[in-house]
């Protein structure tokens, strides 16, 4: 069945620096593709998607490109905020109605 | 209103005692989930809505009830909790329930404590 690996953290930055958050999947045939984040004490929420092979998801500041050739969908920022600190989670189909999701990455951002 | 909210959240419970959470959206959706997340860990699904009708249990214990009253509401009835079911509760929403190509609206969840 489809599968997600990403990397594992936590990843500790400072502010303004450049971010990349890794996450390789297994799937037939080409799914969309999700990164997910999760604040201290929330919920997910869904901060990007791609839907198919070569899309670039953006929002706020984050980028993926959905990579086919390398089964890749990583996470990228230029220029990381203390506010970015947050738990992201890269997500694809994994049936109908069911996502499977990554172990998750910890971001954290010093000032 | 693109909100998912979710009652209580915090609830503490003994192993002997009945409680439910309570979840509810009104976007219309016709797909709603519920999710457990122990800490540090990603979100397990639980139980699938579609169009009110339970098409998703992941095998989950029946210590753990799902009820879907209508289309905007969600509940799960706890009874005769294990403490491993301590963790964090939440509950989803999409416009259907194909995950390929709907985004899931989560809610804040509720944090579960088994004494």
């Known amino acids: 069945g489809n599968s997600v690996t990403q990397m594992e953290g936590p990843v500790t930055l400072s502010e303004e620096a450049f971010l990349t958050i890794n996450c390789t999947y297994t799937?037939?045939?080409?799914?969309?593709l999700f990164w997910y984040v999760q604040y201290p004490g929330e919920g997910l929420q869904l901060l990007l998607k791609?839907?198919?092979?070569?899309d670039k998801g953006s929002n706020k500041g984050f980028e993926a490109t959905y990579r086919k050739e390398t089964t890749s969908f990583h996470l990228e920022k230029g220029s990381v905020q203390v506010s970015d600190s947050a738990v992201y989670f890269c997500?694809?189909?994994?049936?109908?109605?069911?996502?499977?999701f990554g172990k998750g990455t910890m971001l954290l951002v010093s000032p | 209103d693109t909100e998912v909210t979710q009652t209580p959240k915090h609830l503490v419970m003994g192993m002997t005692n009945k409680k439910s959470l309570k979840c509810e959206q009104h976007?219309?959706?016709?797909?709603m989930y519920w999710y457990k997340q122990k800490a540090k860990k990603p979100p397990e699904l639980m139980f699938v809505?579609?169009?009110?009708?339970?098409?998703i249990n992941e095998s989950v214990p029946s210590r753990f009830s799902p009820e879907c009253p209508n289309s905007s509401l969600l509940n799960l009835h706890l009874h005769a909790l294990q403490p491993e079911d301590s963790a964090l509760y939440l509950c989803?929403?999409?416009?259907?329930?194909?995950?390929?190509?709907?985004?899931?609206?989560f809610g804040p969840g509720t944090r579960l404590t088994v004494l």
């Open positions: 989803a929403s999409s416009p259907t329930g194909r995950a390929a190509y709907n985004e899931q609206f």
């Open positions: 799937a037939t045939g080409y799914p969309s």
């Open positions: 791609a839907t198919k092979a070569d």
């Open positions: 997500a694809l189909p994994a049936g109908y109605s069911t996502l499977t």
């Open positions: 976007m219309g959706h016709r797909a």
């Open positions: 809505y579609s169009y009110e009708k339970l098409s």
